[in-house]
């Protein structure tokens, strides 16, 4: 049985695409599970990222919504995994297609008061789909770019708790330069040697792990 899993979150700028890719690279290198990645945000920088990686991992852009709903089901048959990078902006529709084919929807959150308040935003066309097909696709939350200690994550944290039909996950990925010089460097934190990376692989392995618990629930 193959898992379709979305990173989504119509705010710009939360972490879709790193934390997709570096899912999509974790699942096949370090799970060696049949991945493939659907960049659907169309600025094609998963994909690109995917592309320049060694070992590369199997990437198709598709950022067409009629598109979007047809082959997530199709592609879901020939792969393990499915990861989906979801578009930002006001591509509504394609979250929509994306919404009504995935089985867990992840949404990243930075901690700041602006993204805490449209984060709600995102969350809603969540609900509703959920309130379309039964209770599916299961959603989860978690901040990105936290910095230890302050307030806003403290914040941040709190507030993941209230958001209405998402589960609020307990790992926090801390704000890491590794992290943003990755795709500068064609790499992964998996690829890239050092302390601050194998600080950042415990972190997101811990992440992945926790989403892919509630894929066994
Ligand atoms: N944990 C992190 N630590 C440091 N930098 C990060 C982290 N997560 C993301 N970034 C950086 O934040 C910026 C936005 O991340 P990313 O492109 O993944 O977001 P996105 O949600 O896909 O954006 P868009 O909505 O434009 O598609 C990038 O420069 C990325 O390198
Ligand atoms: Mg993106």
């Known amino acids: 049985m193959s898992h379709i899993i979305a990173l989504a979150n119509q705010k710009g700028g939360t972490g879709k695409t790193t934390t997709a890719v570096h899912l999509a690279y974790y699942l096949a290198v370090q799970k060696k599970q049949t991945t493939l990645l659907i960049d659907a945000d169309s600025q094609n920088s998963s994909s690109q990222w995917l592309y320049n990686l060694t070992p590369s991992i199997p990437t198709q852009v598709i950022s067409d919504?009629?598109?979007?709903?047809?082959?997530?089901?199709?592609?879901?048959?020939?792969?393990?995994?499915?990861?989906?990078?979801?578009?930002?902006?006001?591509?509504?529709?394609?979250?929509?297609?994306?919404?009504?084919?995935?089985?867990?929807?992840?949404?990243?959150?930075?901690?700041?008061?602006?993204?805490?308040?449209?984060?709600?935003?995102?969350?809603?066309?969540?609900?509703?789909?959920?309130?379309?097909?039964?209770?599916?696709?299961?959603?989860?939350?978690?901040?990105?770019?936290?910095?230890?200690?302050?307030?806003?994550?403290?914040?941040?944290?709190?507030?993941?708790?209230?958001?209405?039909?998402?589960?609020?996950?307990?790992?926090?990925?801390?704000?890491?330069?590794?992290?943003?010089?990755?795709?500068?460097?064609?790499?992964?934190?998996w690829t890239m040697t050092g302390k601050p990376a194998i600080t950042a692989r415990a972190e997101y392995a811990q992440l992945f792990e926790e989403i892919f618990g509630l894929l066994n629930t």
């Not at 992840?106 to 309130?131: F, G, H, M, R």
């Open 65 to 189: 919504k009629e598109q979007l709903f047809e082959e997530i089901p199709q592609l879901a048959q020939k792969y393990e995994y499915i990861v989906v990078d979801g578009p930002a902006g006001r591509l509504e529709d394609e979250t929509k297609a994306i919404l009504a084919r995935v089985d867990l929807v992840i949404v990243p959150i930075q901690p700041k008061v602006l993204d805490l308040s449209s984060t709600l935003k995102a969350v809603l066309l969540i609900n509703q789909a959920q309130e379309m097909r039964q209770g599916s696709p299961l959603g989860a939350i978690f901040i990105n770019r936290a910095k230890s200690g302050t307030r806003l994550k403290e914040e941040a944290t709190r507030f993941l708790k209230t958001v209405p039909g998402v589960l609020a996950l307990k790992t926090v990925i801390h704000d890491r330069e590794v992290i943003s010089d990755a795709p500068g460097q064609n790499a992964t934190i």
